[in-house]
Structures are given as C-alpha cells and as structure tokens.
C-alpha cells in the first residue's frame, strides 16, 4: 500500500484560491479511484471530488464549478485545485485511494481504503 501525502494547505480569504496536492509514495496508476474528501470541525467527512484512471471525474455538488480534480499518474500525484473559496469551505481535506474498485467510483468514504494523513484548509472572510 503506498502512502499518500498532502499538501498545500493553509489559510485564504474568501474569493480565494488554493491548489492541494497529494503524492503517492509508489505508482497509482493502477489504481482506480483517486477522491478527494474533507471533514470540517464536529462534522462528518464527506467527499469533495473523484477521479478515475482514464481522468473522468466528479465534484460534489457543494464545489462544483468552483473546485477542480485531476490526476497526472507520471507524478503519481492529485490534484484539487480551489477557486472562489468560502469560509465553509473551511476543513481538513483529505486524499485517499479505492485500490479494490476497477469499473466504477464510489463517493461513501467506507469504499476507500488509503487515507493521506490530511491537510488543514481555513478559509477567512
């Protein structure tokens, strides 16, 4: 199992933009679904964005049109890309990998057996 680091958290104002990376110590490219997820103080984690191994992705409906997911497994990295940041946007984000799915991505956090260790995202108005 490969581990996967996050970075490029920190702290925006509102209107803001921040780029999250996640590299994974070995090759993803066989794995299938790459998701980004995040958990804001005294919430549940929810997804924010998937990603498959032919690119085809999906961003939750809170970050649509202004989050954007992409893989480049040469780097063996993700990306979440954040533009238009709100405060609730506010969380520590996750990355993580269903390394058991091979033809469909699956937004429930149980399908997802690699975690990242998370990145703090604060968003200030």
């Known amino acids: 199992q490969v581990l996967l680091i996050e970075s490029g958290g920190g702290s925006a104002q509102t209107g803001g933009s921040l780029r999250l990376s996640c590299a994974a110590s070995?090759?993803?490219?066989?794995?299938?679904?790459m998701a980004w997820f995040r958990q804001p103080p005294g919430k549940e984690r929810e997804q924010i964005a998937h990603?498959?191994?032919?690119?085809?992705?999906f961003v939750a409906g809170a970050a649509k049109g202004r989050f954007a997911i992409s893989r480049d497994s040469a780097k063996n990295t993700i990306y979440l890309q954040m533009n238009s940041l709100k405060p609730e946007d506010s969380a520590v984000y996750y990355c993580?990998?269903?390394?058991?799915?091979?033809?469909?991505?699956?937004?429930?956090?149980?399908?997802?057996?690699?975690w990242g260790q998370g990145t703090q995202v604060t968003v200030s108005s």
């Open positions: 993580a990998a269903d390394e058991a799915s091979i033809v469909s991505c699956w937004s429930s956090l149980y399908t997802y057996n690699n």
């Open positions: 070995g090759s993803i490219a066989s794995t299938y679904c």
């Open positions: 990603i498959n191994r032919d690119g085809e992705s």
